[in-house]
């Protein structure tokens, strides 16, 4: 059995309370996912390791802290669902179940032994993920869970992220719980013609979760680091659990990418430095190289030629080309048009289609720009979108239409929530500033 020390002093409920939160974050999707795999329920593994974190709450100022934390939830979260099985067996159904329980139970395992009797747990976790993710829940409810089960975030600390109530979160959890479960979606990782829709599944989660934290919707903030980590996270242990997928390695390159220009978006006063105005000195640019070597995984297994490349791998390969130029002047436009000629062939997207206008402008000109983003205008799919009006201003103010630009910024500024942008864009329409509005690679792309 996992054992407490005895020699030391009794740990306070706060020292508790704060080395659980610690814990469980890190843990979170392992208690989960063993007990998942033992119940195939994956709504109530979820609510078996949260009876295991409140035990914990109760029993560890009283007994300690153990040595093995995380081993003790998964521990105690496992005893509780054979208890709970053994409770719900009945002759004609479960007597199979009842004898795997049984072997589980009495194995009495010593703490040293426990980590060995769960050497498939990368794989449980890796398909407690892709049932998180499961396309029959709303894009909204992936999110949730997942951060809930796989971040280990609690419905607070999500509610917070993403400026909505906790009733509604938790709603949202418990639907999806409850959807999960009357469909019957199992632990496992999905094979076959079934593997790259469910893992696109699961990688559109992550990157919704990275790109809120990126360019909030909405509220004061232009970013949130908070949510940016948190996507990344999960984008290593994805990393790590599936090594030979490049679009998992794509993901986590383009995010780190991204993230690496934390403290070079922010000036001085809190307001928005765009990427063509950042100081690349302030990049992080160990997080760039890391970045660039999971890149290098992704080619490695797509071929350097990108031909048979996913959206991830393109756009992380459209964000490299910005990181390896240690200065603007030093960009390679053209490739990146290319790139992402590209990534419209293998995803049709007006959004992306913007994108490539903006490195169309800076590869042939602006002239040449405005008439891929009229026709964007003309097509009016973009019609709510405000980056849509903010980068035809900016094309506008570079061919000297400079009166026309300041309508554009104005109806910009209408269409966004987000209250940094607003102000950025508002100063543009009054001519107090004449910079470049568009920040190039940081339009939404997913699905």
């Not at 914990?56 to 669902?81: S, V």
């Not at 019609?383 to 900016?394: E, I, K, N, T, W």
């Not at 506008?396 to 910024?409: D, M």
């Not at 864009?425 to 470049?436: C, T, V």
Request: aromatic share 4%.
């Amino acid at each position: 059995m996992v054992t407490s020390p005895t020699s030391q002093q009794m740990p306070s409920s706060d020292e508790v309370r704060r080395t659980l939160e610690a814990v469980w974050r890190m843990e979170a999707a392992k208690v989960a996912a063993v007990v998942a795999r033992l119940v195939g329920d994956v709504g109530l593994a979820e609510d078996l390791a949260q009876d295991a974190f409140v035990q914990a709450l109760e029993q560890w100022p009283r007994d300690g802290i153990p040595t093995k934390p995380g081993a003790w939830l998964t521990a105690t979260a496992r005893r509780r669902a054979i208890d709970r099985i053994r409770r719900e067996v009945n002759l004609a159904g479960k007597l199979q179940q009842v004898g795997r329980a049984e072997e589980l139970r009495t194995a009495e395992l010593a703490e040293a032994d426990f980590d060995a009797a769960l050497e498939d747990i990368d794989d449980d976790v890796l398909g407690l993920v892709f049932a998180a993710c499961h396309p029959a829940l709303t894009a909204q409810a992936r999110i949730c869970l997942t951060l809930r089960m796989i971040g280990g975030l609690t419905t607070r600390e999500i509610a917070r992220a993403f400026l909505t109530s906790e009733q509604t979160v938790a709603q949202r959890i418990s639907r999806a719980k409850k959807t999960l479960s009357k469909d019957g979606v199992t632990i496992e990782v999905p094979s076959g013609a079934e593997l790259a829709p469910r893992l696109a599944s699961v990688l559109e989660v992550v990157y919704l979760v990275f790109n809120e934290g990126y360019a909030a919707t909405s509220g004061r903030d232009w970013l949130r680091g908070d949510l940016m980590e948190e996507a990344i996270r999960l984008g290593r242990v994805l990393s790590a659990l599936a090594p030979r997928e490049p679009e998992v390695h794509g993901l986590l390159a383009l995010m780190e990418i991204q993230a690496s220009r934390t403290r070079a978006r922010i000036g001085r006063d809190g307001e928005p430095v765009l990427l063509l105005d950042q100081d690349r000195t302030a990049w992080d640019w160990a997080l760039v190289n890391h970045a660039l070597a999971e890149l290098d995984r992704a080619t490695s297994l797509v071929g350097p030629d990108h031909e048979q490349a996913g959206p991830y791998v393109l756009q992380a390969a459209i964000a490299a080309c910005h990181a390896r130029a240690r200065t603007a002047d030093a960009t390679d436009w053209a490739l990146i048009a290319a790139l992402y000629g590209r990534l419209g062939q293998i995803r049709p997207s007006p959004i992306i289609e913007l994108n490539r206008a903006v490195a169309v402008s800076y590869a042939d000109g602006p002239a040449a720009a405005l008439g891929i983003v009229d026709r964007l205008v003309e097509g009016g799919a973009l019609a709510d979108y405000h980056l849509l009006p903010s980068v035809r201003g900016d094309l506008l103010a570079r061919l000297g239409r400079v009166e026309e630009a300041r309508a554009e910024f104005a109806r910009a500024a209408d269409l966004t929530q987000n209250d940094a942008e607003k102000a950025l864009l508002l100063a543009r329409a009054s001519g107090q500033d004449d910079g470049p509005e568009h920040d190039s690679n940081t339009t939404r792309t997913g699905a």
